[in-house]
């Protein structure tokens, strides 16, 4: 409750907090919100031409290559943009805290080698590991869900790691121990609570990192699967429009944009508040 | 300290042997037959047979593998499938403009981050402070592409200052670099700000800037030397981000690099290419974590090589 | 994208398929434009029995071929230079290996075979050959070379390096996608199975002299020999060079390759020593790769860059058609393509002729093509209407969503069903699939889209139980000649049927294939007529079982810059994509 006072008081972190309950609204409501169902192509949506209309009174924003109403994408768009956003990045926030705590706690050859698999994965550049995923299963929604999951958890492991390991040479962990207590009261009670602050800060900053990697795998077209519209697949199907038809790319970027703006601005807040030691690069 | 660095250069080794195992396990998990692409839509079931046969793919996976190590220890990538050429060679005349895309990136890495940071961190808590963080923040949350295609739209087709695509000169050089380098410029601008303000708060500084010292003295006399070491950690960590960027700014601006090669060859599922690309990655990226890391304890004595 | 796959290639092979992207497939399938209107199944069927061409007269056949040459050759001045832009790379220039619609054309001009086909049409003329012979029983050609053609090396071009050029092909080491299709020389089994040094049909009486020897009697060989596979290059530089022969390309072509960057540019120089006089009109091209098409189209506009090889990008047609300063300079032709929607007769509910009707009846094809921005016209019938056979009479199924709804009922999947519909994922392809989607999901057909790369939608199409349906956009099926069989036998016959095989309907009908045989037996010229007709039933009958739905046949887009221009037809060339480099000339250089 006091970390979200003390979010509350800045302002910055309270805006993002507000964009963020937006999106959400947008994606729970969006049959109710949308003027129009995201995949009607309407027979009034294309010029003679085939080209897309721009803003309107009918279409507020506009329509896209396939005389959809943009809008109405864009409002539906939020649902799958948040849902692999965010349960992408909890899967690898598990993964990722999971890993890393047991490497930290066992130490040992067993913590050595989960961390030297860590390292392994480490070593794949992200995106090209998250296209091969993407290539080796269809592609659907839940698979891109997955597949970010797997590379990006990698970081969480690292950092829980070394808090683990430096949480457990601690006085009370070592004394605990001592004590003869068990490894799932010292990992449960003792371990985790004190990793609470360092977890959601990593959390909430890779929501935002979560949803540029969907957006990019849907911008190379491995992404969430047509028509399902995400801000990401929006992108790619319009963006030879850019010139064009600048709406078509920069309303679905903007808002990817805004949304990972928005986490990271609470993000960063959380880090203050909760850690102000922690700094630097996630 | 050699014993440190030689022990880590086994365990990349070993990181690198594992990498090529997944990538290998999971290309050939890849639903395209490549005897099918090689042997064309006329051949026969015979031939597709013969050229399965020809180019080991007839093989037990494992032993499919060890035919690659063997190749790998020998400095040979294979052969593209699609191509018919070497993959060391592929990747070799495209390294230099992925490379030089690199270097340009950092460089407006450092530009943009470190001058917007002190700028910052000069006015600590103003509009212009305020300003330039959010700014840095908006760059670390834009989608790569966007930042692109924004800048090839303005820069060179409605001004016309660049040019719009290619390679070879220095201004072909600039868009790509800032598009690439933006997003590091960001988390540069978060880093020298902290840093600088730091600095500022030391009782000699104060001092001397009582005395007049300017800004542009303070940065480069007091806070860069300080900074630098962390700089170049983190340069060493960006090389892993660079590789998931090339991809997206190599083929908005066709820039001639591994990242269009890396992208044909995964449309088209040629899988040595796919490979080497992963292994000079993981190579690069492994050796930027090795930098990094043995510039960690010169920053903070605290941390130890073990 | 296609890329360049083989898959993803075009070309003027006898049975090729289309190319890449939206705008490449454009392109690809340019080759086949303008064709057949104008000369109906004559130069598909050279007429390999009875017929002897130019036999022991040089002189016609020479001057046929001279005249091909003179009305460019006098007037147009050499010199000057172009700019084409590709957005994938050259994979390699090696003709025996190269088959993708980009390096297709370009190994044309750095290579030549015994014949051609004249700029602008697919009429067979003779080129490193002087003349011809083809024995009355169809099983024996003679071809007499020109004399004094010289390799870029300097060293002239003999009978023995035709044989070595076609034996390079054929043999397995070599792994050419087009060695299938000269297995009717004889001595083919032979040799592919390693257990022959030589392809016992083909033989050199003297140095300016080939005779190739059938098995059987083929009536493509003559398109067999001038396509690129059969393009003969020096033994000596193919040795030197080893495997990356394709990136050093030596050959008696109408341009020197001078420059390879890898995934940069490639600079052809004029061969100054070209056997045909006044070819080639430029001086220099450059290739420039790794441009993205819509780049490459505002660099056109620029003035900065003369073709841009990947066409027009969908977003900017209107514009370019609509701007008096564009719209002069785009070619727009008719091509030998079908866009079509295959569906797996062994995958339940499409083992059903009425589902596979009430899917022709459901799809929207004017909708689709206006997506498109109208660069295509709607299809019924797989022939596309340039090609003889076409049966202009056919109406095919026409738009009608309730009775395509009556249909599932009678198919007892009357309240719908689930099913997947595979997609190429390059624009525009996904797009037109999600429009296909929304037809079928009117008439209770709920078809999730798999916008997967071209290489596995392409390996699941060759799967029995793969996929249920594909939208053929980007892979689509271009023939390289008007012959309507090339619409057959791999795509919708019982020989693609198979495991890996192109035919992704698995439709399987004996009765038509028997049919399809008889009609290609018809080998007579005279015959031509009746045999066009035979085959456009055998596809109104295909109709019958509807294992496709035909959608649209698209036409070719083609734009360059002023400062280029050739003879007529030369941007809607058939065989070469995006143009005939040889032919093309500089408006400065004038």
């Known amino acids: ?282 | 300290m050699p014993g440190y660095v030689l022990r880590r250069l086994v365990q990349m080794l070993l990181t690198l042997i594992g990498v090529s195992v997944i990538t290998f396990l999971i290309t050939h998990a890849l639903p395209a037959d490549p005897a099918r692409q090689i042997a064309g839509r006329t051949a026969s079931a015979a031939q597709v047979e013969q050229v399965r046969h020809q180019f080991g793919l007839d093989l037990p996976l494992p032993q499919q593998y060890l035919r690659y190590a063997t190749g790998l220890i020998e400095g040979d990538l294979g052969r593209s499938y699609v191509q018919r050429t070497d993959v060391s060679f592929l990747i070799a005349s495209r390294l230099p403009a992925t490379l030089l895309l690199m270097l340009g990136a950092i460089f407006c890495e450092l530009l943009i981050g470190l001058t917007a940071g002190s700028v910052a961190a000069f006015r600590r808590n103003t509009a212009a402070d305020q300003g330039v963080m959010i700014g840095a923040l908006f760059f670390v949350s834009t989608p790569q592409f966007l930042v692109a295609y924004t800048l090839l739209y303005v820069f060179s087709n409605w001004l016309g200052w660049f040019p719009l695509s290619g390679y070879g000169t220095f201004s072909h050089l600039v868009l790509p670099s800032v598009a690439l380098g933006l997003l590091g410029g960001g988390w540069y601008a978060r880093m020298m700000r902290s840093s600088t303000i730091e600095v500022l708060r030391q009782d000699f500084v104060r001092t001397a800037r009582a005395k007049g010292l300017s800004r542009t003295r303070i940065v480069l006399v007091h806070v860069l030397p300080n900074g630098l070491l962390p700089i170049i950690a983190m340069i060493g960590l960006d090389i892993g981000y660079f590789m998931s960027g090339i991809v997206v700014v190599e083929s908005v601006f066709g820039w001639p690099g591994i990242g269009q090669l890396t992208w044909q060859a995964i449309q088209t599922i040629d899988i040595p290419i796919i490979m080497g690309v992963t292994l000079v990655a993981a190579c690069a990226i492994v050796l930027g974590n090795l930098l990094a890391d043995l510039v960690a304890p010169l920053i903070d004595p605290r941390i130890k090589l073990k | ?590």
């Open chain 3, 1 to 590: 994208m296609m890329n360049r796959l083989m898959i993803s290639v075009s070309i003027a092979a006898l049975l090729a398929l289309g190319a890449c992207g939206e705008k490449k497939e454009e392109q690809a399938a340019s080759e086949q434009s303008q064709t057949a209107p104008a000369q109906p199944a004559a130069p598909a069927e050279p007429a390999p029995a009875p017929a002897a061409q130019a036999p022991a007269e040089p002189a016609p056949a020479a001057t046929t071929q001279e005249a091909a040459a003179q009305p460019t050759a006098g007037a147009i001045k050499q010199g000057g230079a172009m700019t084409v832009t590709f957005k994938d790379d050259i994979s390699t220039l090696d003709p025996a290996i190269g088959y993708d619609w980009k390096n297709w054309s370009m190994i044309k001009s750095v290579f030549d075979g015994l014949l051609d086909y004249k700029p602008g049409t697919t009429e067979i003329i003779p080129d490193l050959a002087e003349s011809y012979e083809v024995a009355p029983d169809g099983l024996a050609y003679t071809f007499k070379l020109r004399h004094g053609v010289k390799f870029h090396n300097g060293r002239e071009m003999k009978a023995a390096d035709v044989k070595y050029s076609l034996e390079r092909t054929c043999n397995p080491d070599t792994a050419s996608p087009g060695a299938g299709y000269y297995g009717a020389i004889k001595g083919f089994e032979d040799f592919q199975a390693k257990k022959a040094t030589e392809l016992s049909g083909i033989t050199t009486p003297d140095d300016y002299t080939v005779k190739i020897e059938l098995s059987h009697p083929d009536s493509t060989m003559l398109h067999l020999m001038a396509l690129n596979f059969s393009f003969v290059v020096p033994k000596e530089e193919v040795e030197k060079s080893g495997a990356d022969f394709g990136k050093h390309p030596v050959g008696t072509g109408a341009f020197k390759v001078a420059e390879w960057t890898s995934g940069q540019k490639i600079v052809f120089e004029r061969n100054k020593d070209y056997f045909r006089q006044g070819l080639p009109h430029l001086d220099k091209i450059t290739f420039e790769i790794g441009q993205e098409p819509v780049v490459a189209l505002l660099r056109l506009q620029k003035g900065e860059i003369d073709i841009a090889g990947d066409g027009i990008p969908p977003a900017k047609y209107a514009e370019v058609l609509q701007d008096p300063a564009t719209k002069d300079l785009v070619t727009i032709t008719d091509q030998l393509q079908t866009g079509y929607v295959s569906m797996n007769v062994n995958i339940a509910p499409f083992d059903k002729v009425e589902v596979r009707q009430a899917v022709n009846m459901a799809i929207d094809k004017d909708a689709i093509v206006k997506l498109i921005n109208n660069r295509a016209v709607p299809a019924n019938q797989p022939l596309p209407p340039a090609m003889p056979g076409y049966d202009k009479s056919y109406t095919g199924y026409a738009y009608n969503p309730d009775e395509a709804k009556k249909l599932l009922e009678k198919a007892g999947v009357g309240s719908g069903f689930e099913t997947d519909l595979y997609v190429m994922n390059v624009d525009p392809n996904p797009r037109i699939a999600q429009a296909i989607q929304q037809d079928l999901g009117k008439i209770g057909i709920k078809a999730n889209l798999k916008s997967l790369d071209q290489g596995t939608v392409i390996a699941a199409g060759g799967k029995k139980d793969g996929a249920p349906m594909i939208w053929s956009g980007g892979m689509a099926w271009i023939a390289d000649f008007p012959d309507p069989s090339n619409f057959y036998t791999a795509i919708l016959g019982c020989g693609g049927a198979v495991d890996g095989g192109w035919n992704w309907a698995w439709y399987c009908n004996k009765d038509l294939d028997a049919r399809a045989d008889k009609a290609n037996a018809m080998t007579d010229p005279a015959q031509a007529d009746a045999r066009a007709a035979e085959w456009g039933k055998i596809f109104i009958d295909v109709m019958k079982d509807a294992p496709w739905a035909p959608v649209f046949n698209e036409k070719a887009v083609v734009i360059h810059s002023k400062r280029v221009a050739g003879p007529d037809g030369i941007f809607a060339d058939p065989i070469h994509i995006p143009v005939n480099y040889d032919e093309v000339y500089a408006t400065d250089a004038q």
């Open chain 1, 1 to 282: 409750m006091a970390v979200l006072k003390a979010l509350f008081q800045r302002k910055l972190a309270l805006l993002g907090l507000i964009v963020i309950l937006a999106f959400v609204i947008l994606a729970l409501f969006a049959p109710w919100i949308a003027p129009y169902p995201f995949d009607e192509m309407h027979k009034d949506g294309l010029t003679d031409f085939g080209s897309p209309l721009p803003p309107s009174a009918k279409y507020w924003l506009g329509t896209d290559t396939l005389g959809r109403d943009l809008l109405s994408r864009l409002i539906f768009g939020a649902q799958a943009t948040l849902i692999v956003a965010i349960i992408a990045n909890t899967i690898a926030v598990a993964i990722g805290t999971l890993v890393g705590v047991t490497a930290g706690y066992l130490r040992g050859p067993g913590g050595s080698a989960l961390m030297r698999f860590t390292d392994l994965m480490t070593a794949f550049p992200a995106l090209l590991l998250a296209i091969l995923l993407a290539a080796m299963f269809n592609p659907s929604l839940w698979i891109v869900v997955i597949v970010i999951a797997m590379v990006n958890w990698v970081q969480v492991a690292r950092v829980t790691y070394t808090e683990t390991i430096s949480l457990s040479e601690r006085e009370f962990i070592t004394a605990e121990r001592s004590l003869g207590a068990g490894a799932p009261r010292i990992l449960f009670r003792h371990l985790l609570p004190h990793l609470v602050p360092t977890i959601t800060v990593y959390a909430t900053l890779g929501i935002a990192t979560t949803s540029l990697t969907e957006a990019t795998l849907s911008f190379l077209g491995i992404g969430v699967q047509p028509p399902t519209p995400s801000w990401g697949n929006m992108v790619n199907e319009n963006q030879t429009y850019f010139e064009v038809a600048p709406w078509l790319v920069f309303f679905p970027s903007g808002c990817i944009a805004l949304l990972a703006l928005s986490f990271n601005l609470i993000g960063d807040a959380l880090r203050d508040i909760l850690d102000p030691t922690l700094r630097g690069r996630h």
